[in-house]
């Protein structure tokens, strides 16, 4: 099993696909973000199919701690009957995470199936920078 996860500004299902707009981004500012969260999973042995397994999803961040901030799970299970055979089987879902309020650092969204890590996504957050100001004109 493989797999991929990244950042969009916004992302959505489209069936099994996911359309994103401003994807895999690495860095942000300060402050609010509102952003998506898209990840792809290939099943490719016969052997994890007909199975339940568990997705887990976080955010964490990578300064002094390792702190998780956002978490999400959920299950998926590739029924057998219904694969094609001749092709590994791709999962893809978008998850909307909403608005954080996020400080300066590093992050990443580390993408787990059945404990083991497929994939991480790590992206920086800087100072958030003043617009500059406009002189007055007489």
Same mark, same amino acid.
């Given at each position: +099993?493989?797999? +991929?996860?990244?950042? !969009? ?9 996911? %359309?994103?707009? *401003? ?6 500012? !300060? *402050?609010?973000?509102?952003? $998506?969260?898209?990840?792809? #999973?290939?099943?490719?042995?016969? %052997? /994890? +199919? *007909? ?9 964490? *961040? ?16 590739? $029924?057998?009957? %219904?694969? $094609? ?5 791709? #999962? %893809?879902?978008? #998850? ?15 993408? /787990? ?19 500059? !100001? ?5």
């Amino acid at each position: +099993m493989r797999g +991929m996860i990244f950042t !969009a500004d916004a992302a959505r299902n489209d069936g099994n696909k996911v %359309s994103c707009l *401003g994807g895999f981004w690495t860095v942000t500012q !300060a *402050g609010p973000v509102v952003a $998506d969260v898209a990840f792809v #999973i290939r099943v490719e042995d016969e %052997s /994890e +199919m *007909g199975v339940e397994h568990r997705v887990r999803i976080t955010l964490q *961040g990578l300064a002094e701690r390792d702190e998780t901030i956002v978490g999400v799970d959920a299950g998926f299970k590739v $029924d057998r009957d %219904s694969a $094609d055979t001749r092709a590994p089987v791709v #999962i %893809s879902r978008a #998850i909307s995470i909403g608005r954080r309020e996020l400080v300066e650092g590093s992050y990443a969204w580390v993408l /787990e199936v059945d404990g083991h890590k497929l994939d991480e996504w790590p992206f920086i957050v800087t100072p958030r920078i003043a617009p500059e !100001a406009t002189p007055a004109t007489p």
